[in-house]
T-cell receptor
Framework: DGGITQSPKYLFRKEGQNVTLSCEQNLNHDAMYWYRQDPGQGLRLIYYSQIVNDFQKGDIAEGYSVSREKKESFPLTVTSAQKNPTAFYLC?????????????FGDGTRLSIL | SQQGEEDPQALSIQEGENATMNCSYKTSINNLQWYRQNSGRGLVHLILIRSNEREKHSGRLRVTLDTSKKSSSLLITASRAADTASYFCATLFEGNQFYFGTGTSLTVIP
């Protein structure tokens, strides 16, 4: 079955440490997205990518970095510059970043600070 | 913020009743989508309504859109315990970026 796989499901970060969240899709989608979800809040866009080797910042990109070396993969690195990283991180993809395409989501990674 | 706002924040109903949740947004949109999120899981797309549409149905779901009032509603008829989840609206603006609301938490009591 096609879908989006996020790993790990739970992740703990120590002070000053960078951590990388994995997102892989086998839907042959061009566009991929990273969102952050805090309790009682909606999703906020961190980064998105429309094609390989290209990505743009979302509303809350500071303290995060991404790469898009392959169509299937869009890893997110939470750097030590992100002072409040504790949140639920969701990866999504869509056929292309067109106007009427639904987004397909992975099951998320919950990141906490040790 | 361009984020949509859902109302109510929480809703609790008996199984078999209808559930209605609303979404308001601030600027012109291309389309509006509704998603469901079960606890600790990712979002699942439910239905999309374009800015030139006023109503759309999918199974037990009915979505309306009033662009003059910048609002949408999601109606779930004959609710089931399995409908217990959070529901989010997402609006697509001219910049091709989605903005998600804060969600309505629905509890369906068996």
């Amino acid at each position: 079955d096609g879908g989006i796989t996020q790993s790990p499901k739970y992740l703990f970060r120590k002070e000053g440490q960078n951590v990388t969240l994995s997102c892989e899709q086998n839907l042959n989608h061009d566009a991929m997205y990273w969102y952050r979800q805090d309790p009682g809040q909606g999703l906020r866009l961190i980064y998105y990518s429309q094609i390989v080797n290209d990505f743009q910042k979302g509303d809350i990109a500071e303290g995060y970095s991404v790469s898009r070396e392959k169509k299937e993969s869009f890893p997110l690195t939470v750097t030590s510059a992100q002072k409040n990283p504790t949140a639920f991180y969701l990866c999504a993809s869509s056929k292309f970043r067109g106007t009427h395409q639904p987004q397909h989501f992975g099951d998320g990674t919950r990141l906490s600070i040790l | 913020s361009q984020q949509g706002e859902e109302d109510p924040q929480a809703l609790s109903i008996q199984e078999g009743e209808n559930a209605t949740m609303n979404c308001s947004y601030k600027t012109s949109i291309n389309n509006l989508q509704w998603y469901r999120q079960n606890s600790g899981r990712g979002l699942v797309h439910l239905i999309l309504i374009r800015s030139n549409e006023r109503e759309k149905h999918s199974g037990r779901l009915r979505v309306t859109l009033d662009t003059s009032k910048k609002s949408s509603s999601l109606l779930i008829t004959a609710s089931r315990a399995a409908d217990t989840a959070s529901y989010f609206c997402a609006t697509l603006f001219e910049g091709n970026q989605f903005y998600f609301g804060t969600g309505t938490s629905l509890t369906v009591i068996p």
